[in-house]
């Protein structure tokens, strides 16, 4: 499976941003997303997770209301839909698959990443 993440940039505090990580040589309808970011200096810490039919969703306590996962199985495309943006926020953003489809909030449930895409708030 091969990830492509993409839509991360530049963004002012209480702004939003949609992230999106597209998949490839996989069942992607088959396969649990998640989201996670690394700060410089810091752990990648777990972001959001959807299983594989969106039925099920988890989020880590800081987004929780402000970012919202969803996912497009006809275009093989995740999503992170992020808002209410501050300088916190500010990571690379990972995309991860879970070819078991669960979608746990643990790295090592994850063995497809992508590349990242930076995702900076400014205050």
């Known amino acids: 499976v091969q990830l492509q993440a993409s839509g991360g940039g530049l963004v002012q505090a209480g702004g939003s941003l949609r992230l999106s990580c597209l998949a490839s040589?996989?069942?992607?309808?088959?396969?649990?997303m998640g989201w996670f970011r690394q700060a410089p200096g810091k752990e990648r810490d777990f972001v959001a997770s959807?299983?594989?039919?969106?039925?099920?969703?988890r989020y880590a306590d800081s987004v929780k209301g402000r970012f919202t996962i969803s996912r497009d199985n006809a275009k093989n495309t995740a999503y992170l839909q992020m808002s209410s943006l501050n300088p916190e926020d500010s990571a690379v953003y990972y995309c991860?698959?879970?070819?078991w489809g669960v979608g746990r909030p643990d790295l090592l449930s994850y063995p497809y990443w992508g590349q990242g895409t930076q995702v900076t708030v400014s205050s």
């Open positions: 991860a698959a879970d070819p």
């Open positions: 040589g996989g069942t992607f309808s088959n396969t649990a």
């Open positions: 959807i299983s594989w039919s969106g039925g099920s969703t």
